[in-house]
């Protein structure tokens, strides 16, 4: 059964940072994009950032450009999503998600992590 679990989440002031980690497991990731999204109350899921396996040239929203990173680690099967500057506007259930390199659609997806920004 394939599993993604996401932690790290939590309540912190704007100016402040997080590091969310997605842990994966069930199958080999081999191969797999990467990718992290957000869904914040009243509002549909939005794209936050993605990896290659490979790890080279990840792409982000712009609305976290320059703030944050993913990140991932295969050998661990975990992606991480560091955010720094963190602003009220990212409060959001921050969810994992990963896909074969070649589809548009994710295939697999996490429970979710709660970050909350407060002002």
């Known amino acids: 059964q394939v599993q993604l679990v996401e932690s790290g989440g939590g309540l912190v002031q704007a100016g402040d940072s997080l590091r969310l980690s997605c842990a994966a497991s069930?199958?080999?990731?081999?191969?797999?994009?990467m990718g992290w999204f957000r869904q914040a109350p009243g509002k549909e899921r939005a794209f936050v950032a993605a990896i290659s396996w490979t790890g080279g040239n990840p792409w982000y929203a712009e609305s976290v450009k320059g703030r944050f990173t993913i990140s991932r680690d295969n050998t661990k099967n975990t992606v991480y999503l560091q955010m720094n500057s963190l602003k009220p506007e990212d409060t959001a259930v921050y969810l994992c998600a990963a896909k074969p390199k070649l589809r548009t659609e994710y295939d697999y997806w996490g429970q979710g992590t709660q970050v909350t920004v407060s002002s």
């Open positions: 069930g199958r080999t990731f081999s191969g797999y994009t």
